[in-house]
């Protein structure tokens, strides 16, 4: 699976969007990008995954760009509960369907 | 309702004791996971059955063995346990096996203390 790469910690204020990068600059054509999330002491929660094209939900946007290399995350208005651990994971090709890999994340703290 | 719910919430052994983790999940996903969380935080899978049959097996010590009676459960059992293995164990569930279909479904964690 290609690695990512995700800044230790981000701060956003309470009402504002949060965007969250990451770097995936290995990916392959039919890895997938995927976004998961951990709010203290809680199983990790599903946000959103896209192939090529940006793709939005209730919860969060996700910008790809390109070439593929890096994608943004966008909680388009933060909210204290938003505060948690975000993961970045590719995933989907070859035999690795189901094995996601999960780095050490990006914390992000929403403050008031 | 509950999507996947994991027995118990906390366990707390002795070392060389065998204990078991309980996880179901009523989403009707045909593929179930294991993960650990350890002290560092760090998750990494551990096992994955699809449809009661094993499909990823992590470099796991032998004394965790997987067991699935049927497609909405997937049991932990462990034996002989270590100081090692305390962590937190993390069940998910995920509707099938194929590309752009990790959007896996997470328990609530049981947190083991191995004393």
């Known amino acids: 699976d290609a690695k990512t790469t995700q800044p230790t910690s981000m701060d956003c204020a309470e009402g504002r969007a949060a965007n969250l990068p990451c770097n995936h600059s290995?990916?392959?054509?039919?890895?997938?990008v995927y976004w998961y999330r951990q709010i203290h002491s809680q199983g990790p929660q599903y946000i959103i995954h896209?192939?090529?094209n940006n793709e939005t939900n209730e919860m969060a946007s996700l910008i790809i760009t390109e070439d593929r290399k890096s994608s943004t995350l966008i909680l388009p208005h933060a909210t204290l509960r938003d505060t948690a651990v975000y993961y970045c994971?590719?995933?989907?090709?070859?035999?690795?369907?189901?094995?996601?890999?999960f780095g050490q994340g990006t914390i992000l703290t929403v403050h008031p | 309702d509950t999507a996947v719910s994991q027995t118990p919430k906390y366990l707390v052994t002795q070392m060389g004791n065998d204990k078991s983790i309980k996880c179901e999940q009523n989403?009707?996903?045909?593929?179930m996971y294991w993960y650990k969380q350890d002290s560092k935080k760090f998750l990494k899978i551990m096992f994955s059955y699809n449809n009661k049959e094993l499909i990823i097996n992590e470099t796991v010590p032998n004394r965790f063995s997987p067991k699935s009676p049927d497609k909405a459960h997937l049991n932990l059992h462990i034996n002989s346990l270590e100081l090692g293995d305390s962590a937190v164990y993390f069940c998910a569930s995920s509707p099938r096996q194929g590309a752009g279909t990790d959007t896996q479904y997470f328990g609530p964690g049981t947190r083991l203390t191995v004393l």
């Open positions: 994971i590719v995933s989907g090709g070859g035999t690795s369907y189901g094995k996601l890999t």
């Open positions: 290995t990916i392959s054509g039919n890895e997938y």
């Open positions: 896209g192939l090529k």
């Open positions: 989403l009707g996903h045909d593929t």
